[in-house]
T-cell receptor
Framework: NAGVTQTPKFRILKIGQSMTLQCTQDMNHNYMYWYRQDPGMGLKLIYYSVGAGITDKGEVPNGYNVSRSTTEDFPLRLELAAPSQTSVYFC??????????????FGEGSRLTVL | AQKITQTQPGMFVQEKEAVTLDCTYDTSDQSYGLFWYKQPSSGEMIFLIYQGSYDEQNATEGRYSLNFQKARKSANLVISASQLGDSAMYFCAMRPSSGGFKTIFGAGTRLFVKA
């Protein structure tokens, strides 16, 4: 069981560049999430999705975009990278309500540095 | 507004002793889930324990227990018989039933276990 897989694990970007963080899960979870974690801080929700074709903003969506064309995949797009986007990004998934406790299954994280 | 507050940035505990990590939450939802996650220095996020808002009994998972006081809106994590491997960041999180089942996190508490 692969669980939640994120790529790349590390990336250095120059200011103004764009990139996509990939996330895929093989647990058939409906709900998927992108969080960012700044050094020494908690996780902030960027975007989330409750199913294919449905996405919504979280707490800190500015500078990011997402899409959800399949149940398995939930890529996060960074447009015009800025130093403030230097962070560790976590993708997570969970069952929808009524199944299990709703705990999040996390990927290993992607460390992004914008210089 | 939904909010999680962890007021202890850092805690020290002697090996084999018990420790309580504080968490208070704010939500207007009647139905919600409360979670604790552990983040070791390696960076991955590990689910520890879950408490549902309608659960009458406090949740327990091995050496972890959740002291749930609904009227006070607190969900403290108790770790019994601390081990050196318990040294990590600990995050309290809440998943309200409204708003797309977004999980929000507190700022975390760093626990140091002394030998």
């Amino acid at each position: 069981n692969a669980g939640v897989t994120q790529t790349p694990k590390f990336r250095i970007l120059k200011i103004g560049q764009s990139m996509t963080l990939q996330c895929t899960q093989d647990m058939n979870h409906n709900y998927m999430y992108w969080y960012r974690q700044d050094p020494g801080m908690g996780l902030k929700l960027i975007y989330y999705s409750v199913g294919a074709g449905i996405t919504d903003k979280g707490e800190v969506p500015n500078g990011y975009n997402v899409s959800r064309s399949t149940t398995e995949d939930f890529p996060l797009r960074l447009e015009l990278a800025a130093p403030s986007q230097t962070s560790v990004y976590f993708c997570a998934s969970s069952y929808s309500s009524g199944r299990g406790t709703g705990e999040l299954f996390f990927g290993e994280g992607s460390r992004l540095t914008v210089l | 507004a939904q909010k999680i507050t962890q007021t202890q940035p850092g805690m020290f505990v002697q090996e084999k002793e018990a420790v309580t990590l504080d968490c208070t939450y704010d939500t207007s939802d009647q139905s919600y889930g409360l979670f604790w996650y552990k983040q070791p220095s390696s960076g991955e996020m590990i689910f520890l324990i879950y408490q549902g808002s309608y659960d009458e009994q406090n949740a327990t998972e091995g050496r972890y227990s959740l002291n749930f006081q609904k009227a006070r809106k607190s969900a403290n994590l108790v770790i019994s018989a601390s081990q050196l491997g318990d040294s990590a960041m600990y995050f309290c999180a809440m998943r309200p039933s409204s708003g797309g089942f977004k999980t929000i996190f507190g700022a975390g508490t760093r626990l140091f276990v002394k030998a």
